[in-house]
């Protein structure tokens, strides 16, 4: 699920505030850059991206490219602060119309398009749980109750993850009305809130003194009341108020209509019209087009800047593997779940494409096809391609709430199934509320925790914003562990994640120890020097002398059978 929290905007618990700061100019600069500082100096638990290039560039290491597949909405290919570091495929001629390279994906120049056809692109899609439910209800609950009892002891893994997603399905799908009712309620109240404030500014003292008149006016002076509490439209007049209300209630209606419309409605899927694919032929792989950026492609490039952005212009964003990393775009992801068939195939595709490193910022809490899903991660393991896996944004333990797709079949296994992916949660930059408080953790199946608060990059028309989610401290590590690689290209995804697991800055505040198996946010110099220590091979002269002697013996022996 593309799921993007809402910054700064209301949250539905009584209207609290996801607080947003206000900053000096060079405050602004810095916090813009945060995540790229190094604990041991700052106190703030950045990930030392600077001295991690200075190690590496100390030992006299010259970095090769390392493509980094951004499995996720879609990717602003031509963004100011992404162009230049954006994967181009070597073997495919542009706009040619022909599958220069045979493998099967028309002008694939900077990656595919999962989401598409013929006929347009997918931009939003239901969700998981209302599909199994859709799927399901009238083989588990029809009108033959015989029947019904007879399926659900033939099939019981459907019916145990159909009752889950219908518990699921009856209580978002309720939630996700309420929320549009509440945001559409508090959007026709801003004339209101204008109206009440008239020529005052947005203080405590100045609310004080307004009087609403009627339920409507009131209803806007508590949503005034608590907008109040945010520094970052506190003391502001009313025009000022109400152009920042409007922003941030378009964002919540953005966010909440196609989930009360389209993402729990059952009569809703696009997906035979616009992509004409049989969608339960998990075997079909060559379909889609090469519309890298879909409708909205504001997730993928918020991710991709956070890997591989450049500074541009003014901009001081830049991407913690800005020096090293192409960003190759595999979009497979809607607003609304991804599908296990798309997952599967972007994997394969960005695999067989030359990408070592695959960014994975989604999730959802039952998986149908997961055994496709977990083949395709067997395959990324077979070829050392690193899987990193956002944790989710729930506040939940993944233990007992699973989050699809998962590296543990199931979680009771000790360990995961594969060796080549790593998990990863959310840290702010408070040292004293360290872990996100949307972050997922689990001391066994979240491997490490990496900044992913008010994270600021890249969004589309060539934008910055600030984002935060596990999306958002997923790709800081693949990030990471794109700098490890370009510069020890003989680095096997188990070494690289041994390497971030055990060298992270950890913390006891408020249990964060307990939250995941490093039991800390990750250290990218720590971690190079730790792989360079413990797992780097310089290539050997040696070697390639010997190979050359064999060559030369091999020509003369050649030359000896011609005379």
């Known amino acids: 699920m593309k799921k993007l929290l809402i910054a700064a905007a209301f949250l539905y618990a009584g209207f609290g505030l996801v607080q947003a700061q206000t900053a000096s100019p ?35 290491l010259k970095p090769k490219t390392v493509v980094v597949g ?28 022909k599958d220069d390279d045979g493998n099967g994906y028309v002008d694939d120049i900077h990656g595919w398009n999962f989401l598409g056809g013929k006929n347009g692109d ?114 502001k007049s009313a025009p000022e108020v109400k152009t920042y209300m409007e922003g941030q209630m378009k964002e919540a209606l953005d966010y909440f209509t196609p989930q009360a419309e389209k993402g729990y409605n ?64 595999v ?31 989604f999730g959802k809490p039952v998986s149908p096809g997961k055994n496709v899903v977990w083949d395709a991660f067997k395959y990324a393991e077979s070829k050392g391609v690193l899987l990193v896996k956002a944790a989710g944004n729930e506040n939940e333990d993944i233990a007992e709430h699973q989050y699809f797709p998962t590296n543990f079949k199931s979680t009771a296994d000790e360990k995961p199934f594969i060796s080549n992916m790593i998990v990863v949660g959310s840290n702010t930059n408070d040292a004293n509320a360290l872990k996100s408080s949307f972050s997922n953790y689990d001391k066994k199946m979240v491997d490490v925790f990496a900044p992913g608060s008010e994270i600021y990059s890249t969004v589309p028309d060539g934008k910055y914003e600030y984002l ?8 800081v590590v693949a990030g990471a562990s794109a700098v490890l690689l370009a510069y020890m290209p003989n680095l096997k995804p188990e070494q690289i994640i041994e390497s971030l697991v055990k060298t992270t800055n950890t913390s006891a505040n408020n249990g964060f120890e307990n939250l995941s198996r490093s039991a800390g946010v990750i250290d990218v110099a ?15 002269p040696v070697k390639s002398v010997k190979k050359t002697v064999k060559k030369q013996k091999l020509h003369k022996a050649i030359d000896k059978t011609k005379l």
Not at 468 to 475: D, E, H, K, L, V
Not at 526 to 540: I, L, P, T
């Open 266 to 329: 059952l009569d809703f899927d696009p997906r035979k019209e616009i992509v004409g694919d049989n969608y339960d032929d998990y075997s079909e792989k060559n379909y889609g087009n090469n519309h890298y950026e879909g409708p909205d492609a504001k997730h993928g490039t918020h991710v991709a800047g956070i890997i591989a952005g450049l500074a541009n212009g003014s901009e001081p964003q830049y991407g913690v593997a800005s020096r090293v990393a192409k960003i190759m775009t």
């Open 122 to 235: 997918i931009d939003v899609d239901n969700m998981e749980v209302t599909r199994v439910v859709k799927k399901y209800q009238s083989v588990f609950e029809g009108a033959d109750s015989a029947k019904n009892k007879e399926n659900q002891s033939k099939m019981p893994d459907e019916f145990a993850m159909y009752m889950k997603s219908k518990d699921i399905f009856t209580k978002k799908s309720q939630e996700a009305k309420q929320n549009l009712q509440l945001y559409t309620m508090i959007n026709n109240s801003i004339p209101d809130m204008v109206k009440l404030l008239g020529n005052k500014t947005l203080t405590k003292e100045n609310l004080a003194t307004i009087k609403p008149s009627s339920q409507q006016e009131a209803m806007a002076m508590q949503v005034l009341s608590q907008v109040a509490n945010d520094p970052q439209v506190a003391g």
């Open 526 to 540: 720590k971690a190079a020097e730790y792989a360079y220590k413990n797992f780097y091979k310089a290539d050997s």
């Open 26 to 60: 060079q405050e602004d600069k810095d916090q813009k850059t945060w995540y790229h500082k190094n604990y041991a100096t700052t106190k703030v638990y950045g990930v030392n991206t600077e001295n991690a290039y200075k190690f590496l560039e100390s030992k006299g």
């Open 468 to 475: 935060q989610g596990t999306s958002m401290a997923s790709p």
């Open 70 to 97: 951004v499995l996720d909405s879609g990717v602003e290919v031509d963004h100011p602060g992404l162009v230049k570091n954006i994967w181009t495929n070597p073997n495919e001629i542009p706009n040619n119309g």
């Open 331 to 361: 979009r497979a992801v809607p607003d609304g779940d991804e599908r296990d068939k798309d997952v599967a195939n972007a994997i394969r595709y960005a695999v067989d494409n030359g990408a070592k490193i695959l960014n994975m910022s």
